[in-house]
């Protein structure tokens, strides 16, 4: 595709639901990132997918957040039992293969909302 | 203490004013660093980056890294009303892009 695609773009669930959150990177692009910007608070690195594999996921922040990437395309992050902390845009990103000079490429979101 | 140290602004300029946008850091071990701008509901997108120290250029932009004082500057000449968003510094160890740490943003306004 074009760019790093999400979905969806909003999201509003009540605490304790769980959710799933979708990236399909650019075609051909084999590392996979996500970060998590709350309101007034810089990105924060979740995990990063190096083909299917996860080899640095430290970033997320506790047992009820997952992730997982298929046939080294789309990506799903998934959060169980949700709680209002959670409130927060989830961004995607992609590049060539994850070398340390390559430029990340990002979609523009999913906002999430716990009520 | 944040590893990441910005400035949230708002910073209002009039066009065609220089405008300084900066970041301190405490990490010793961050060696490469970026700056991306971010329009509302949109992703960042990569502006600049620069590997160890120095200055680097682009157009009207020009980036710059004082490790010895862990201090680092983007400077946006003859700025633009198109140029109002919000401005991310970003940092990483040896593994590059792929684990950046990120300021919270400054947002800039360029009024016409």
């Known amino acids: 595709g074009a760019g790093v695609s999400q979905s969806p773009s909003n999201k509003v669930t009540e605490k304790g639901k769980d959710v799933e959150l979708r990236c399909d990177p650019i075609?051909?692009?084999?590392?996979l990132y996500w970060y998590r910007q709350r309101l007034g608070q810089g990105l924060e690195f979740l995990i990063y997918f190096q083909g299917n594999s996860a080899p640095d996921k430290s970033g997320l922040p506790s047992d009820r957040f997952s992730a997982e990437r298929t046939g080294e395309s789309v990506s799903t992050l998934t959060i169980q039992r949700t709680q209002q902390e959670d409130s927060a845009v989830y961004l995607c990103?992609?590049?060539?293969?994850?070398?340390?000079?390559?430029?990340?490429?990002f979609g523009s979101g999913t906002q999430l909302s716990v009520l | 203490q944040k590893e990441v140290e910005q400035d949230p602004g708002p910073l209002s300029v009039p066009e065609g004013a220089i405008v300084s946008l900066n970041c301190t850091y405490s990490?010793?071990?961050?060696?490469?660093f970026m700056w991306y701008r971010q329009y509302s509901r949109k992703g960042p997108e990569l502006l600049m980056y620069t590997y160890s120290s120095g200055n680097k250029e682009d157009g009207r932009f020009t980036a710059q890294v004082d490790k010895s004082s862990k201090y680092i500057s983007l400077f946006i000449r003859d700025s633009q009303p198109s140029d109002s968003a919000t401005y991310l510094c970003?940092?990483?160890?040896?593994?590059?892009?792929?684990?950046?740490?990120f300021g919270t943003g400054t947002r800039l306004l360029v009024s016409p």
């Open positions: 075609s051909g692009h084999t590392a």
């Open positions: 970003a940092m990483s160890g040896p593994t590059g892009f792929q684990k950046l740490v």
């Open positions: 990103a992609s590049s060539v293969d994850g070398g340390p000079n390559e430029k990340l490429f």
């Open positions: 990490n010793s071990a961050f060696q490469y």
